[in-house]
Nanobody, 125 residues
């Protein structure tokens, strides 16, 4: 079992930055691919970014490429999402998730086994 707790959301003006963290419990954190997803009001949850177990490979949605950066510290059982140049359309609840197997696309939320409760990020225009 893995428990995930996000933090770091808040309110920021367009062009600003937010830094999200996701702390994981469990001894096998370092073996999981970790992802960030977001869900805006009235919209489906969408992929934002993912990072493989070693941190060697990172993936991003086109909408955030060049603005967001995902990283992880396996010694601290934590994954991060640095969000820069934020836009109002980035407003959403952001969720971190853990994927225990190599099967299935890491861009699909259906392939993740564990989820945090989410943290709200609001970008004002």
């Amino acid at each position: 079992q893995v428990q995930l707790v996000e933090s770091g959301g808040g309110l920021v003006q367009a062009g600003g930055s937010l830094s999200l963290s996701c702390a994981a419990s469990g001894r096998t954190f370092s073996s999981y691919t970790m992802g960030w997803f977001r869900q805006a009001p009235g919209k489906e949850r969408e992929f934002v970014a993912a990072i493989t177990w070693s941190g060697g490979t990172r993936y991003y949605a086109d909408s955030v490429t060049g603005r967001f950066a995902i990283s992880r510290d396996n010694a601290k059982n934590t994954v991060y999402l640095q969000m820069n140049s934020l836009k109002p359309e980035d407003t959403a609840v952001y969720y971190c998730a853990a994927k225990s197997t190599r099967l299935g696309s890491l861009r699909s939320d259906s392939n993740y086994n564990y989820w945090g409760q989410g943290t709200q990020a609001t970008v004002s225009s």
